[in-house]
């Protein structure tokens, strides 16, 4: 475990005030999600983050609502920064060559989050509960998950107050309808 504002806080500051901070790495395929999602939430200002993941894994970073790659992960790098792919990597450029495409992506960290919301980690779990069982309704989705403290009736009202019906699934909600729904639902959770 690595304190990120302790090993760089020291080259934070140049002789012309608070220098850029950016990451530039080649991510492993397998751990390429939980090693982003540390470095966005860690807090610290990054100015960009560079990386070469797998193809697929960008495709669903820079993905939009109602796309086969939408998921958490698309919504969750919204949250905290713009993505967009700056050059793909064929298969035939490593040695030995992988089975799968790359693809070298730049996110551009929010210096304000574009949206606002009550509970920035009950919104997460209202998420990723919505894509657990990506073939259920919302209604469904959230009211079966354990880990969610939300009924299926909460859920159904919570979507007809937005105008939603509740067979919309979370592929076509965007972030700030997936926002205004954990406010909603965090307000029943405590009326």
Do not use: W
Not at 12 to 41: D, F, H, Q, W
Not at 160 to 177: D, K, Q, V, W
């Amino acid at each position: 475990e690595t304190d990120l504002a302790a090993l760089l806080a020291p080259r934070r500051t140049g002789k012309n005030g608070i220098l850029p901070l950016s990451v530039c790495a080649n991510l492993p395929y397998y751990i390429t999600t939980p090693i982003l999602m540390r470095l966005v939430e860690s807090g610290m200002d990054f100015d960009y983050i560079t990386v070469m993941v797998q193809k697929e894994v960008a495709d669903r970073m820079q993905s939009d609502p109602g796309s086969k790659d939408y998921g958490a992960l698309s919504l969750a790098v919204q949250y905290y920064a713009k993505a967009e792919i700056v050059a793909n990597v064929p298969p035939n450029c490593f040695m030995p060559r992988p089975n799968v495409g790359s693809a070298v992506i730049r996110l551009t960290c929010h210096k304000q989050n574009p949206i606002q919301v009550q509970d920035e980690k009950f919104m997460f779990r209202v998420i990723r509960a919505s894509f657990n069982q990506r073939r259920k309704t919302l209604q469904n989705g959230l009211g079966n998950d354990a880990s969610l403290p939300v009924t299926k009736e909460q859920t159904k009202e919570a979507l007809e107050r937005m105008g939603l019906a509740p067979t919309i699934r979370g592929e076509r909600l965007s972030l700030e309808e997936f926002a205004r729904l954990s406010d909603i639902l965090s307000a029943m959770r405590k009326a």
